[in-house]
């Protein structure tokens, strides 16, 4: 094996997201540090590694600058992966957060969007905040009993001993088991008014009665979310709805961005490819065909009719001894290829930016789910923005060049965002970002001069939007000597403060160590441009 080759893979073996320096691979191998630095520096060259730009110098497997989310809950990765669900996941963490034991939810959409896998995220999610709890999950379909309100009762609310023939004990219902977790009570306008009523009672004072009880009460902190795919106005009753403050709507798949739709099918050919362990190879026209067809059952029949185009591929793959499992237009369903009749300019643009191979996308274990969405461009403006922190962190240990440094990488920052505006999606009412640059204007005449720049206004409108993806997707820890950065700039720490306040104010946020890190550069780079 030769040298370059042993250091490569001795970095894929010690890097655990932490970096590698020459002087450890040097030891670990018994090589010449001169020699290992020139094969490292060859290595980064060919895009096959990366490194830091903060002493000492780590070189890393992967990239430490791409957005990380193995360290976020899945319903933060989807509203991130989908942006069309953003609102349903911010709804669904409140119904989670809200002290003492979160709040009661109903969960609105058609067939197939999905209803069933956001309250298991919720549950998920709930249990990741107290690591230390198991929280109970149980889902219970109000349809199985629809036509015997008593059974169904008994179900969830348990039962007497003696109640009726057969109940020889005591036995508990769902709201009892479900006891310090959560309730997921599925097609819940099959639950009759009865029971409607019943479980009211349970939402306002937390107790119950089990089935033929007359006195003892029962108490549960059982957290409810109900799903439906009906008008709530005609199938539940006004009361009931009224207990029930949360209500998420899901989208329909025809609702939802043309990017989201690529990103699951990709995540379900994915999942085919893991299951058989083999790649599976798919055409452009069948690709345009999965993004464009009519799916009225939603995201659940797009996985199903997934399945079912790679389970017949993969039979020809294995009758005919094929040497890949293809999925070609030809092989579809005609109801799925008949789209190709449409005009498509907009998914075929879309499939423009996936890597093709031989007029075919392959996916396998190493084939990476990302957004194509707006979202993307945020992670390019992060992964940009988290290498302006690192390059910060170098330059302050060289104070002669600093300042001219910082200049140089935040304008590169800069130029990253203004490339990446186009169709970007704002988290804050405009209203807010005019009102802050109004009072921005008058603090301070080189910041106004500066904020008359068109290009400039607009990179900072989106800097400043994206705060809550930072707070989300950067790790703060390895932040740079803030009081370092004072030292140097003593004179420019007070018009730091007081755009920090301005802001603070105007967005109701306290601004973290890192924003003001970047604030201190942004008054470097208006004192210092000229």
Known sequence: ???????????????????????????????????VSKDLNLLLKNGKLFKNNSRPVKYFF???????????SALDKLSYLYPSLAPAVKLAKTAILYPPNGMNSLIIGD????????????????????????????????????????????????????TFTGANEDRPGLIEEANGGILFLDEIHNLPSEGQEMLFVFMDTGYFKRLGEVSKRIKSSARIICATNKDINQSLLNTFIRRIPIKINLPDLNERLIEERLTLVEYFIKEESLKLDKPILVSKNSMLSLLSYDCPYNVGQLKSDITLAVANSYTDYFINNKKHIKINSPDLPKDIKSALN?????????????????????YDKNTEITSHSFIKQKHIILSKYKDLINNIDGAIHHKDSCTNSIVNHFNNYIDTVIENQSNFSYTFEESAYDELLSKLLILDKDLKERLSNDTFKRFLHIHIDMI???????????????????????????????????????????????????????????KNEK
Do not use: W
């Not at 890097?15 to 030891?27: A, Y």
């Not at 992967?62 to 976020?72: E, G, Q, R, V, Y």
């Not at 969007?113 to 109000?142: Q, R, W």
């Open 62 to 72: 992967n990239n430490p600058n791409a957005t990380d989310f193995s360290k976020k």
């Open 111 to 162: 067939t197939g969007v999905g209803k069933s896998m956001l309250a298991k995220l919720m549950h998920e999610y709930a249990n990741s905040l107290d690591t230390s709890k198991d929280m109970p999950f149980i889902h219970f379909n109000c349809s199985d009993y629809s036509n015997n309100t008593q059974l169904l009762s008994a179900q969830l609310f348990g039962v007497k001993k003696g």
């Open 468 to 526: 809550y993806d930072r707070i989300d997707l950067i790790d703060s820890t390895t932040l740079p000597s803030l009081n370092k950065l004072k030292s140097i700039y003593k004179d420019y720490y007070p018009l730091t403060l007081e755009i920090k306040s301005l802001i603070e104010k105007n967005y109701n946020i306290n601004l973290s160590d890192l924003e003001v890190v970047f604030l201190i550069t942004l008054v470097i780079l208006i």
């Open 342 to 362: 449409k005009n498509l300019d907009k998914e075929r643009k879309l499939l423009e930016s996936l890597n093709c191979v031989d007029g075919y996308f392959v």
């Open 1 to 35: 094996m030769k040298r370059i080759d042993l250091i490569y893979n001795t970095i894929k073996n010690l890097d655990s997201g932490e970096g590698v320096t020459t002087l450890e691979i040097s030891k670990y191998l018994n090589l010449e540090r001169s020699n």
